[in-house]
């Protein structure tokens, strides 16, 4: 038997969760992060990661790199309503450009002794990851790469007495010749 055309009855969709890396050139002035990041507050969009710097001093521009997650249809609206304020230059989404390229830096202070802390330096030295402080209870590792990476190393860590993690954010730019 058909159901009737009504709303009521209108199969519910589930998107899934897609994780997107937005490029986003603005003014450098005082306020405009608050406003960009009021954007994302006052509708509920999460902030994975986020990082700012001035880029263009003698054009005071800076860029936010700022890692959303949401369905596609959300990603989308943000990228729109961000397009719109007006301190804001441009938006790119490096993630659909595919041609992007994103790194992160992560400071991990790991604390141990005798086999521990052999182990810390060969997964240090594995993952390429540089000793930036040590003494005899505790390392400090350096780590640069994709979010996989810093996050797995720090995985690996966790058993050997991680202490304490910080991290910059992702910042991505695009492969080539051409600018933003």
């Known amino acids: 038997m058909n159901q009737p055309a ?4 209108i199969e519910e969709r589930h998107d899934p969760n897609e994780t997107h890396t937005l490029a986003v ?3 450098n002035e005082p306020g405009v992060l ?7 507050s006052g509708r509920g969009y999460n902030i994975e990661s986020l990082t700012v710097s001035e880029t263009e001093s003698q054009k ?9 997650t949401g369905t596609p249809m959300v990603i989308e609206q943000i990228k729109h309503q961000l397009d719109r304020m007006i301190p804001v230059y441009q938006v790119v989404d490096m993630t659909l450009s ?13 604390r141990g002794q005798g086999e521990h802390r052999v182990e ?8 390429r990851a540089r000793v930036i402080d040590a003494t005899t209870e505790s390392f400090v590792f350096e780590i640069t790469g994709n979010t996989d990476k810093i996050n797995q190393f720090i995985d690996l860590m966790r058993p050997l007495g991680l202490v304490e993690v910080s991290r910059t954010g992702v910042a ?4 080539g010749p051409e600018g933003m």
Do not use: C, N, P, W
């Not at 810390?120 to 993952?127: G, H, I, S, T, V």
């Not at 991505?172 to 492969?175: K, Q, V, Y």
């Open 60 to 68: 005071h521009l800076s860029r936010i790199t700022i890692v959303t």
């Open 6 to 9: 009504s709303a009521y009855f």
């Open 98 to 110: 595919k041609r992007s390229i994103e790194r992160e830096l992560a400071m991990v202070k790991v």
């Open 34 to 40: 608050a406003r960009v990041i009021g954007l994302f």
């Open 25 to 27: 050139l603005v003014q």
């Open 172 to 175: 991505a730019i695009g492969r």
């Open 120 to 127: 810390a330096l060969r997964l240090a030295d594995a993952f």
